[in-house]
């Protein structure tokens, strides 16, 4: 049984950081491409990041890169993503996400395994 458990969610100030984590088990994690989505009230889900299996290949959206940056770790079966300079339009469940494909587009339907998120919330 697939399990991605997050943690690190919380409340902080704009300007703020904090450090999201997604601890994996029962998959092969080396073999998996991980990624990181959101979903704000009322909004779609959104692509945040991704990094490949060996961590060679990683993508960003473009309102997160340069602040945001994704890590893995295969030997602790953990993704992780430090968020940096946070704004409250970062405020969104986020939750991690597992493809045993290396996806050609950022979408959330190219991913098979799910968390069930933690809230970031972004004072101003």
């Known amino acids: 049984q697939v399990q991605l458990v997050e943690s690190g969610g919380g409340l902080v100030q704009a300007g703020g950081s904090l450090r999201l984590s997604c601890a994996a088990s029962g998959l092969a994690f080396s073999t998996y491409t991980m990624g990181w989505f959101r979903q704000a009230p009322g909004k779609e889900r959104e692509f945040v990041a991704d990094?490949?299996?060996?961590?060679?290949?990683?993508r960003y959206a473009d309102s997160v890169k340069g602040r945001f940056t994704i890590s893995k770790d295969n030997a602790k079966n953990t993704v992780s993503l430090q968020m940096n300079n946070l704004k409250p339009e970062d405020t969104a469940v986020y939750s991690c996400a597992a493809s045993f494909d290396w996806p050609g587009t950022m979408e959330a339907r190219q991913f098979e395994y799910w968390g069930q998120g933690t809230q970031v919330t972004v004072s101003s």
């Open positions: 990094i490949s299996r060996n961590g060679l290949a990683i």
